[in-house]
C-alpha cells in the first residue's frame, strides 16, 4: 500500500539526514494526514484510496514545476534546484510515468471504448482515463489530447 510506503520511507531518511527527502516526505505525509481528515468527514474512516494519493502526488509534482518555471524566471536557480530535488522524491512513490505517444495511444483506445463522438463525451473519456491511468499520466496532457482527437473526430 502506497501509505505504508511513504511511511516507511521515513525514517531511513530521517537516519541518513537527507534533510530534503525527510522534508519532502513529512509535507506529503502532512497533507495526507489532512485529507483523511476530510474523508473522515464525509464518513470515510479507512482515509483515502491509493488512486486519491497518486492524484495527490501528481499534483504536487505539477506545483513544483510551476514554482520551477517562477524561480527560474526570477533568477532564483537555487530554490528550483531544491525544487527538482522534491520532484524526484516524489516521482519515487509514483509509478512509470507515460511517455506523449503512450498517452496519445491510451486516449484513443479510451476514446474508441468509450465510443465518444464529440467534445460532449469528453467527461465521460477524461473519467475513464482517471480510473485506469491514475499516477501514469499527466491528465493535463491528456485532456488537450481527448480534446483535439474529439474535434476532430
Do not use: C, W
Request: aromatic share 2%.
Amino acid at each position: 500500500m502506497l501509505r505504508d510506503r511513504l511511511a516507511d520511507a521515513l525514517k531511513p531518511a530521517m537516519k541518513e539526514r537527507k534533510e530534503i527527502t525527510v522534508a519532502t516526505l513529512r509535507l506529503i505525509l502532512a497533507a495526507l494526514k489532512d485529507r483523511d481528515i476530510a474523508a473522515r468527514g464525509k464518513g470515510n474512516d479507512d482515509g483515502i484510496s491509493d488512486d486519491e494519493i497518486l492524484a495527490m502526488l501528481q499534483t504536487m509534482v505539477r506545483q513544483r514545476q510551476e514554482s520551477i518555471a517562477l524561480y527560474e524566471q526570477g533568477g532564483r536557480l537555487e530554490l528550483a534546484a531544491r525544487e527538482q530535488e522534491e520532484i524526484d522524491i516524489i516521482r519515487g512513490f509514483l509509478p512509470r510515468q507515460l511517455s506523449d505517444d503512450e498517452i496519445r495511444q491510451a486516449v484513443s483506445e479510451t476514446i474508441s471504448q468509450a465510443e465518444a463522438g464529440g467534445l460532449k463525451d469528453m467527461g465521460r473519456v477524461m473519467a475513464a482515463l482517471r480510473e485506469n491511468f491514475a499516477g501514469q499520466m499527466d491528465f493535463g496532457k491528456a485532456s488537450a489530447i481527448v480534446k483535439e482527437l474529439l474535434a476532430a473526430g
